[in-house]
């Protein structure tokens, strides 16, 4: 599958069947992780891949009842939780080298679970990156240390049905030129508002 046809493709699947992922798919996922870029290339992202039912139901349990990520972590039969190191990521010689302070760490976890969630997709898995639930309670049903946090869970399996893609924004409402007042115009375009999706 080519890189954009899995980006255009990739939808967030909350529903899976009954059929497992194996490990060595779960190293190909690893492998996608793992080539992400990162600040200074220190690779602060830490993975644990949980099959346990009852660490799943320990996940669950710090989502909002509402939340339907709370099915999809117990249903399916793999959640990749992603963490970040601190002290890490965002830091020149010790020191913090960036306005964002530590939380940069978030930024480079980001970028491993976006490669996951699309070489997922490309394998014929489905996936969804969740961010409604309590970290540090998440933290702690793992076990982490207090110098890695979790940033994201995400429930991964072999879709149960077809998802349709919502709606995105026109280029012309976020992208622009030189400055934020002035709306890019592609060349040969006079609208970019009347591109469609996919072209």
């Avoid at 869970?153 to 049905?161: E, Q, R, S």
Wanted: charged share 25%; aromatic share 8%.
């Amino acid at each position: 599958m080519e890189t954009q046809q899995s980006i255009m493709q990739r939808r967030s699947v909350r529903r899976f069947t009954d059929e497992d992922v194996s490990n060595d798919q779960l190293k190909e996922l690893m492998q996608a992780a793992r080539y992400a870029p990162s600040w200074a290339n220190t690779q602060c992202w830490e993975f644990i891949i949980v099959r346990d039912n009852a660490v799943k139901e320990k996940l669950a349990a710090t989502m909002p009842e509402t939340n339907p990520a709370r099915k999809a972590t117990l249903n399916a039969p793999v959640v990749i939780v992603a963490c970040g190191k601190l002290g890490s990521s965002g830091f020149y010689k010790g020191e913090v080298a960036t306005s964002k302070g530590d939380n940069w760490y978030l930024y480079d976890v980001g970028l491993a679970t976006q490669n996951i969630s699309l070489a997922a997709h490309a394998m014929g898995l489905g996936s969804v990156i969740l961010g409604l639930f309590d970290a540090d309670a998440a933290g702690k049903a793992l076990n982490l240390p207090d110098s890695v946090k979790v940033v994201t869970m995400i429930p991964l399996g072999v879709p149960a049905k077809e998802s349709k893609a919502p709606p995105r924004k026109p280029l012309c409402e976020f992208v622009f030129q030189d400055k934020y007042e002035n709306a890019w115009v592609s060349e040969g375009e006079q609208n970019l508002c009347f591109i469609e999706d996919g072209m």
